[in-house]
């Protein structure tokens, strides 16, 4: 067994840091363990044209404004990943990598995290490990029937792999809309959303969308009418080249189908369409199986919490997966606010 923390934290991405820098600052000892090989969690993974919803200096951990991308006003995945493997060096956190966690299992007054490489006993465990390792894919009969490619948004890397293919990208979210302009003039595209396709407009950014889920949080806290959150606005941030996708006419969604063949989608109305790939932009779920032991899951898969901490489990903490764990929780800008009050928590608690 590896040496005894107070705080084991699970994961490596924005979310991780953010909760090792608030915990650094408290002097708390503790350990961050990544399952990834190098710095930038799911960054490292996201395709070559992504881009943030905001300029750098919005799109910061605590402690450190991301420096601004050269010719860029919203900043790609490889600078993201950059900005994040310097913000460990700089703030010299202690991550050991890769170290794949298996289990968190009660252990009398401790928790036991199971690794790959031994365990670890910690007072207080940070669960910080997104979203991307579990990827969303919708039951639709004849799936299995489909000759070609089923891709999923975790698998999307860029369109020259697709140049001449059908192509038919599903899901009327940002990376949805994203990936069906970054396909556009390369592919013979299909662009399938269950509703008609929501732009918000186009001076709204990752400030904006902050604000709105913060509003959000604080009415529901409150106990005022729910304002609706970043949903309330539109569903698909008009970043720069999905706006030129759109205004050139190259965004045209159709409705959802209900069905596939061998060879593509059928529509309700029995009218299909031939496809060689079909790339599902249709989501994630929270990566939690390293919590299964803890029996804490209710019936919609999340843990319910009170802030950060676990209701069920006082000595646990969820940090990044979403509004249930911080307003904005999952976004560069929002996750410092929670691993701020999650710190302090912990302090309190280790006191």
């Known amino acids: 067994m590896n040496r005894p923390v107070d705080v084991v934290v699970i994961g490596g991405g924005q979310a991780g840091l953010a909760a090792g ?3 650094r600052r408290l002097g708390i000892d503790f350990v961050l363990l990544d399952a990834q090989t190098g710095p930038g969690g ?3 993974h996201a395709w070559d044209s992504l881009r943030l919803f905001s300029p750098a200096a919005y799109s910061s951990l605590p402690g450190r404004l991301m420096p601004p991308q050269a010719g860029r006003p919203s900043p790609d995945a490889a600078h993201v990943t950059e900005y994040l493997s310097a913000y460990e060096r700089r703030y010299e956190l202690p991550v050991e990598r890769p170290v794949r966690v298996r289990a968190v299992r009660r252990d009398g007054e401790r928790l036991r995290v199971e690794t790959d490489s031994g365990v670890r006993s910690a007072r207080v465990v940070v669960s910080a490990t997104g979203t991307w390792w579990r990827p969303f894919l919708p039951a639709v009969p004849g799936s299995d029937a489909f000759r070609g490619r089923r891709l999923h948004t975790a698998d999307y890397r860029g369109p020259a792999e697709f140049a001449g293919q059908r ?3 599903v899901g009327g979210g940002n990376s949805g809309a994203q990936i069906a302009a970054d396909l556009a003039g390369h592919a013979d595209l299909t662009w399938v959303t269950r ?3 929501r732009f918000l407009p186009d001076g709204i950014d990752g400030r904006a969308l902050f604000d709105a889920a913060t509003a959000r ?3 529901l806290d409150a ?3 729910d304002t609706g959150g970043v949903a309330g606005l539109g569903d698909i941030v008009a970043v720069p080249p999905v706006r030129a996708a759109r205004d050139q006419g190259l965004l045209k969604a159709q409705p959802m189908f209900t069905r596939l063949s061998a060879h593509g989608p059928v529509w309700a109305d029995g009218t299909g369409a031939d496809a060689d790939v079909i790339i599902w932009c249709t989501g994630f779920r929270p990566a939690l199986s390293h ?5 804490l899951r209710d019936r919609h898969g999340h843990i319910p919490t009170a802030g950060t901490r676990a209701l069920g489990e006082p000595r646990l903490h969820l940090l990044g997966y979403g509004d249930w764990t911080g307003p904005a929780s999952a976004t560069l800008i929002g996750v410092g606010r929670p691993a701020r009050d999650m710190a302090k928590e ?4 280790l006191s």
């Open 223 to 225: 106990g005022l009418p």
């Open 217 to 219: 949080r604080q009415a």
């Open 42 to 44: 799911a960054w490292r």
């Open 346 to 349: 912990i302090a309190a608690r």
């Open 291 to 295: 919590l299964a032991p803890l029996g």
């Open 195 to 197: 509703r008609e396709p």
């Open 21 to 23: 820098y608030h915990l």
């Open 167 to 169: 192509v038919v990208v």
